[in-house]
């Protein structure tokens, strides 16, 4: 099938990879402009362009969908489809009309359950024992298009945002391919989503990383989990704001208050928590330094007692 590719991230990249492996004509990969990245503030290409120029495929950076001349320009490619993956800008309805089969997004949650920007962090943080990958024609609405396929997969209570990004984005990519020869064949349903079951997954930012000690071990294990890499959980320790990257539940419990740091292992830092359970950081990082296990840090580093 002739195909314009839409994404950015590296999320986006299996499925672009896997749909040039199932021979559709790529025509043409639409993805963000060039960003400054590192203390050089050097530009730099995104995952999806990368790969799609080592493809030889066009690739068209727009700072907007609006232009006239960026529609036409996409209608003398003449998609019979178009496949959105995280590209991170919304498609104007003329746009969403333009290929004969329509547009349809590879969307990292089980929908209509986290729609928006951060579906895989907010199923960590809110503690969701499984998640998954959806396709969907796409509508005008933020997430909102009818439902085509969808394929679910357990969340283990340890897993973080990096492993369950890159499984997410294996999974998406294997649907997909799936689901775009359904969608050639003619054989492609479509289900309304149910908006009453719908919730939103916001972006990301700081103010979400102080850590509560108040409140469960298990709610700050998945705080923990559900930031990393960024803006990553946070707490102070002596003086120092320590980024938290690791941690889990020994099962060990305490009467001490919240926040009590009873000491360190042989794996990490144990901490009260608001339940009366206790919270073991095992990977952390300190300002000017690189992330480490918690047992490195504390040898340099040993805790005062409280």
Same mark, same amino acid.
């Given at each position: ?7 950015t ?17 790529v ?133 973080s ?10 999974l ?36 979400l ?13 998945d ?12 707490m ?14 020994? /099962?060990?419990?305490?009467? =001490? ?8 292992? +042989? *794996?990490? $830092? @144990?901490? &009260?928590? /608001?339940?009366?359970?206790? =919270? ?8 000017? +330094? *690189?992330r $480490? @296990?918690a &047992? ?11």
């Amino acid at each position: 099938m002739r195909i314009v590719f839409m994404g950015t991230p590296d999320f986006a990249v299996p499925s672009l990879e896997r749909l040039i492996a199932d021979g559709h004509q790529v025509v043409g990969v639409y993805t963000q402009p060039d960003k400054p990245k590192n203390r050089g503030m050097k530009l730099t290409a995104s995952p999806v362009k990368e790969h799609a120029l080592a493809h030889g495929i066009p690739v068209f950076q727009p700072t907007t969908l609006k232009d006239d001349a960026v529609f036409e320009e996409l209608c003398t490619l003449a998609p019979e489809l178009i496949v959105v993956a995280a590209y991170g800008k919304i498609l104007p309805k003329r746009i969403l009309d333009c290929p004969e089969k329509g547009c349809i997004n590879v969307h990292s949650s089980l929908l209509p359950r986290y729609r928006g920007a951060a579906p895989i962090n907010w199923a960590i943080l809110n503690g969701e024992d499984e998640t998954g990958v959806t396709i969907m024609y796409m509508a005008e609405g933020l997430d909102t298009g009818d439902i085509i396929s969808q394929r679910a997969t357990p969340i283990d209570p340890n897993e973080s945002v990096e492993t369950l990004h890159d499984r997410l984005a294996a999974l998406g990519a294997s649907l997909l391919s799936e689901t775009v020869v359904s969608i050639a064949d003619g054989t492609a349903t479509r289900r309304p989503q149910d908006d009453a079951q719908s919730n939103y997954a916001p972006m990301l930012n700081r103010e979400l990383s102080p850590v509560d000690f108040t409140r469960s071990a298990r709610q700050i294990h998945d705080q923990i989990r559900g930031l990393v890499p960024w803006p990553a959980a946070c707490m102070e320790v002596e003086g120092l704001s320590l980024k938290l990257f690791a941690s889990d539940l020994p /099962g060990e419990e305490s009467e =001490l208050p919240p926040g009590t740091i009873l000491g360190a292992d +042989k *794996k990490g $830092m @144990r901490i &009260v928590c /608001g339940d009366g359970k206790v =919270l073991r950081i095992l990977e952390l990082q300190a300002p000017g +330094k *690189k992330r $480490m @296990r918690a &047992v490195d840090y504390l040898r340099g580093h040993p805790l005062t007692r409280q």
